[in-house]
Nanobody
Framework: QVQLVESGGGLVQPGGSLSLLCEVT????????MGWFRQTPGNQRELVAT???????NYADSVKGRFTISTGNAKNTAYLQMNSLKPEDTAMYYC???WGAGYNTWGQGTQVTVSS
């Protein structure tokens, strides 16, 4: 069974940094894309950043220049480095992986709170 394990969330002051980690566990034959999404209460889940197996990245306009997505050497991990955090970045952050022939798996989420 494929599962995603997220870590690295927490409380940080505005202007600070956090790094999120997502690890894929279980047997997975081909990862096509990994990504991070976020959601606040009452709102839809929105894209933060994605990275394809070929290394192409995509970012939400609101995080461009501040966040960086990358994958580990084993390609079964994804990192999200978040710098210059703002209060509006406060959300539950979810890892997502597209794999195999159209499978889509979500993590349980990790809370990021930006507040002074």
């Amino acid at each position: 069974q494929v599962q995603l394990v997220e870590s690295g969330g927490g409380l940080v002051q505005p202007g600070g940094s956090l790094s999120l980690l997502c690890e894929v566990t279980g047997t997975i034959f081909r990862i096509n894309r990994m990504g991070w999404f976020r959601q606040t209460p009452g709102n839809q889940r929105e894209l933060v950043a994605t990275v394809t197996s070929g290394g192409s990245t995509n970012y939400a306009d609101s995080v461009k220049g501040r966040f960086t997505i990358s994958t580990g050497n084993a390609k079964n991990t994804a990192y999200l480095q978040m710098n210059s955090l703002k209060p509006e970045d406060t959300a539950m952050y979810y890892c997502n992986v597209l794999w195999g022939a159209g499978y889509n798996t979500w993590g349980q989420g990790t809370q990021v709170t930006v507040s002074s």
